[in-house]
C-alpha cells in the first residue's frame, strides 16, 4: 500500500497546495511513482501542474465517487469496484513523464467543481481509500491537498490519510490552527483510526525576520495538545519566502524553472527526501540530481538554530546537524 501523506491546516493560505505540487514534482524526480489528491477549491495543485499536463480527456473525481455512493458507512470499497469507478472516469490522469524522472511517475485525482456536492452523496467515509488503494500497484506514496472546510470530504480525506503534513507559516493566526488540526487527529484517533502528525513545516519564511524566532518560540512554549506537540513535530528545514511561489498558480512551471538560486527551493528538497524516506523509499532519497542537486554551499534555514543570531547554514553544516540515518 503506497503511504498516505494529506497536507492539511486548519487555517488557510498556508502553503499547503504550493508544498503539494513542489513536493509531488520532487517526488516523481526521485523515482517515486507519486499520486495526488487535489480535494482543495478551486484546484490550486491542479492548476500548478498545468506544464505536464496530458492532452487526453478525463472523468472527474466526483463521478467515481457517485458511482460508489451506495457503499454503507465505515466500509472500504473492494479493489475492484474502486479500479471500475475509476477506469469509468478515466482516472487517474497520468501527468506527461520528464526525462529527469528516472523510473517516476506522476498521476493526479484532480479538483473538480462537483467534488464537494458528490462527497455530500457518499454514505461511506472510506470512498477516497477505497479508491487510493485500488491504485496500490501503481503508486509508491500519495499526497492529499486537504479540503479547507469540514464536511464529507474532509471525513473522507481523514480516513484516507496515514500521516499529515502541516505547513504553517510564521504568524500568530497560522498557530492558533496548527492546534486546531492537533485537535481535530485527536477526534479522529479516539474514532479508532491511526493517523499520525508527520511533521510541521514552516513556509514562507523570512529567515531574517523576527516573527520567525517568534513564532518557533511559541511552537516551543505550546507544550502538548491533546498528547501531541508541535515542537516534535518541527521540521529541521523551512520554506523559503519567495515571489514565485506567490504566483505558482499563474506560472504552472515549477519553482527551479523559474529562480535561479538553490536556496529558493531547497527546503523542498529536504522535504520530498524526508518524506521517501518516511515512506520506506529511503533508496530513492539517496540520489540527489537535476534540480534536487544541491551545493553543499546552499543555505538552509535550520528550525533549530533560528533564536540564534543565524538562523541559515550551509547544507553541508545542516547535514552534519541532522545526520539522516
Ligand atoms: N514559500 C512561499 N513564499 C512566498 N509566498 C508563498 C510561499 N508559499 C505559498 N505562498 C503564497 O501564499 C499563498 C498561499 O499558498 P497556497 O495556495 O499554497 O496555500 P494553501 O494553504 O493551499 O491556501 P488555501 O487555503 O487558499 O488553499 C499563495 O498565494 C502563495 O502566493
Ligand atoms: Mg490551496
Redesign the pocket.
Known amino acids: 500500500m503506497p503511504k498516505v501523506y494529506g497536507v492539511a491546516i486548519r487555517k488557510?493560505?498556508?502553503?499547503?497546495?504550493?508544498?503539494v505540487s513542489t513536493l509531488a514534482r520532487l517526488c516523481a524526480l526521485y523515482g517515486a511513482r507519486t499520486l495526488v489528491v487535489d480535494l482543495?477549491q478551486p484546484g490550486?495543485t491542479t492548476g500548478s501542474l498545468r506544464d505536464i499536463w496530458p492532452d487526453s480527456t478525463h472523468g472527474e473525481l466526483s463521478s467515481a465517487f457517485l458511482t460508489l455512493h451506495e457503499f454503507p458507512a465505515s466500509v472500504t470499497p473492494d479493489a475492484e469496484l474502486a479500479r471500475a469507478a475509476l477506469q469509468a472516469a478515466a482516472l487517474p490522469v497520468g501527468l506527461q513523464s520528464q526525462p529527469s524522472w528516472s523510473g517516476g511517475a506522476l498521476w493526479t485525482l484532480p479538483w473538480d467543481d462537483l467534488l464537494g456536492e458528490a462527497a455530500a452523496f457518499l454514505q461511506s467515509e472510506r470512498v477516497l481509500a477505497g479508491l487510493i488503494h485500488a491504485l496500490a500497484a501503481e503508486v509508491d506514496i500519495a499526497l492529499i491537498d486537504f479540503p479547507?472546510d469540514g464536511g464529507p470530504l474532509m471525513t473522507n480525506a481523514l480516513a484516507a490519510t496515514d500521516s499529515v503534513i502541516m505547513?504553517m507559516a510564521p504568524e500568530a493566526p497560522a498557530l492558533e490552527g496548527a492546534a486546531a488540526t492537533l485537535r481535530l487527529l485527536a477526534r479522529v484517533r479516539e474514532s479508532g483510526r491511526d493517523i499520525e502528525l508527520g511533521g510541521l513545516l514552516l513556509?514562507?519564511v523570512e529567515p531574517k525576520s523576527k516573527r520567525l524566532a517568534e513564532v518557533v518560540q511559541a511552537i516551543r512554549q505550546a507544550g502538548e495538545i491533546e498528547g501531541e506537540s508541535l515542537e516534535n513535530k518541527l521540521l529541521p528545514f523551512a520554506?523559503?519566502?519567495?515571489e514565485y511561489?506567490?504566483q505558482?498558480f499563474r506560472y504552472g512551471v515549477p519553482v527551479w524553472e523559474r529562480t535561479g538560486a538553490q536556496r529558493d527551493w531547497a527546503g523542498y528538497v529536504l522535504m520530498a527526501e524526508w518524506l521517501l524516506r518516511d515512506a520506506g523509499l529511503a533508496r530513492l532519497a539517496d540520489a540527489r540530481r537535476g534540480p534536487a542537486l544541491l551545493d553543499a554551499e546552499t543555505r538552509i534555514i535550520d528550525t533549530s538554530a533560528v533564536l540564534l543570531s543565524e538562523p541559515e547554514v550551509m547544507l553541508r553544516d545542516f547535514e552534519r546537524a541532522h545526520p539522516t540515518t
Not at 488557510?12 to 508544498?19: E, I, V
Not at 520554506?239 to 519567495?242: A, E, K, N, V
Open positions: 488557510g493560505g498556508q502553503g499547503k497546495s504550493t508544498t482543495a490550486t479547507s505547513p513556509t514562507r520554506i523559503r519566502s519567495h511561489f506567490e505558482a
